[in-house]
Every structure is written in structure tokens, then in C-alpha cells.
């Protein structure tokens, strides 16, 4: 097939998958709105909710690798499963990194953006699911930290939007305040992408030539106390935190360790 050929039905591919990753979400949260009403308690609905959203990503990445859009490897995925709680942290090259974790999980409460809380498509399920929003700040952190001692798993990426190309970006402090507040260790999960691909400022149609292929390295846990010597007051040793755990991933992204 002639070249142009080939990537005008690698974007016919792309935009089936995003169509059916779009409608999905909203009917999937419409329905979700309507369970919520009839359940017997928000957690319910809640944790509902959160269930049906895993198995949607589940089917989207099924339907992807189908289309030979995607291909996804985890190493360390047991991690995931062993008992809870899990404050899973990762790094964000591209618009799917949390659907193909969230793939994974039965349970996860997710932190997300704004925009995705008040994305026509995505709203109700972000509400139904009771996923918690990055700009709420203090009493995001309370909240996240209130549900790892519940022993459930958290889902949070630190830079807070989609890393720029073969790189990171600033890494904000949310996560570092969430795990010294909640006391619990960071999953680290580390994603590299070939060819880059759903980046930050790109369209979904700016397809690559080849598969994308995702590989997510699930790494041992991560203590929050590490960094610190125990003098630091809450706001240094979130610094702190924060800067090792930028650190971890330099290492195994700029520097190639595994």
C-alpha cells in the first residue's frame, strides 16, 4: 500500500478509536449518573463506577491493539495487585497513560485535571467515579491521603499534565503532600513511549508510521521518608520528596536504567 494510502487509513484507524474512547465515556458516564441515583450510598456508586471505567479501558485497549494502533507491556504488573494501599505514581508522555493503567485496576481513585472534570465527554464519569481534581489543592491532598489510610489505590501524576518530548516536566508537590499526609510509600510506574506519539500540543491525528508501543515498568516502592533526616518541617520535606522522586525518573528515562 502506498504510503499516503497507508497513513490516511492509519488516522481512518486513529479516529475510529478515539470515537468510540469518546462516545463510550459520555454514555458510559450518563448511565453511571443515573446507577449513582438508585445506589445505596456515594462510596457505592462510587467505587461503581470506578469499576465500570477500568473495564471501558480494558475494552479500548483491546479495540486499539486490534486496530494494530497500540501495543502495551507491563513489567512488574503483579505489583499492582499485591494488598493495598497503592499511591501509584508516573510519569505522563501521552493522553493514554491513565486509561492503560487504569486498565489494570478493579479500584483506583484518579486525580485528574479540570478540563477532563469538565470535559463534555468525560464529566459524568469523572464525577460518578468521584475522582479527585488536581486544582483543589489542600483539600485534594486531605482527600487522597483519607483514602490511601482506607487502604485503596490512588492514581496521580505528578507533573500534572503530558510530559514534553523525551523528557519531563516540572514535577508539582500534590504527591509529595498526599504521601507524607496519608503515610503511605509511592508506586512508581515509568512509561516509555516509541515512537512518541499523543504527546503534549499534539493532535490525535498526528499519527506516527509504526504501532505505538507503550511500555510501563511498575518499580519497587518508594518511601517517602528516604529523602529526609527528620528535621524538616511538612513544606521542605515535600520539596525534598518531590525532588528525589524527579530524580528516580531522570535516571530511568534521560539515563536508561531500568
Not at 453511571?32 to 438508585?38: I, K, P
Not at 516509555?192 to 498526528?206: D, F, I, N, T, Y
Not at 508510521?209 to 511498575?218: A, K, L
Request: proline share 6%.
Amino acid at each position: 500500500m502506498p504510503d499516503s494510502l497507508e497513513r490516511a487509513w492509519r488516522v481512518l484507524r486513529t479516529g475510529l478509536a478515539f470515537t468510540v474512547f469518546g462516545v463510550g465515556g459520555l454514555l458510559i458516564g450518563l448511565a453511571l449518573t443515573w446507577a449513582g441515583r438508585r445506589a445505596d450510598s456515594s462510596e457505592a456508586a462510587a467505587r461503581r463506577g470506578q469499576l465500570w471505567i477500568h473495564h471501558a479501558y480494558r475494552f479500548f485497549e483491546w479495540f486499539a491493539s486490534s486496530l494494530r494502533l497500540i501495543e502495551v507491556r507491563f513489567e512488574g504488573e503483579e505489583r499492582l495487585h499485591a494488598p493495598g494501599p497503592h499511591f501509584i505514581v508516573a510519569n505522563h508522555p501521552t493522553m493514554l497513560d491513565c486509561p492503560l493503567i487504569v486498565a489494570r485496576l478493579r479500584q483506583a481513585d484518579c486525580v485528574v485535571k479540570s478540563d477532563w472534570a469538565a470535559n463534555p465527554y468525560l464529566q459524568h464519569a469523572v464525577r460518578a467515579a468521584d475522582y479527585l481534581v488536581a486544582e483543589e489543592g489542600s483539600q485534594m491532598v486531605e482527600e487522597g491521603a483519607r483514602r490511601l489510610r482506607e487502604g485503596r489505590t490512588l492514581v496521580m501524576f505528578p507533573e500534572g499534565t503530558r510530559s514534553p518530548e523525551r523528557g519531563l516536566g516540572h514535577f508539582y508537590r500534590g504527591a509529595a503532600h498526599i504521601a507524607l499526609h496519608g503515610g503511605c510509600d509511592l508506586l512508581p510506574i515509568t512509561i516509555r513511549v516509541e515512537p512518541p506519539s499523543l504527546m503534549k500540543g499534539q493532535r490525535w491525528w498526528h499519527v506516527p508510521e509504526s504501532t505505538i508501543r507503550f511500555t510501563f515498568s511498575v518499580g519497587d516502592p518508594i518511601s517517602p521518608k528516604e529523602p529526609l533526616d527528620g528535621s524538616e518541617s511538612r513544606s521542605v520535606a515535600a520539596r525534598k520528596i518531590t525532588r528525589a522522586l524527579r530524580e528516580y525518573y531522570e535516571k530511568r528515562l534521560l539515563c536508561g536504567e531500568s
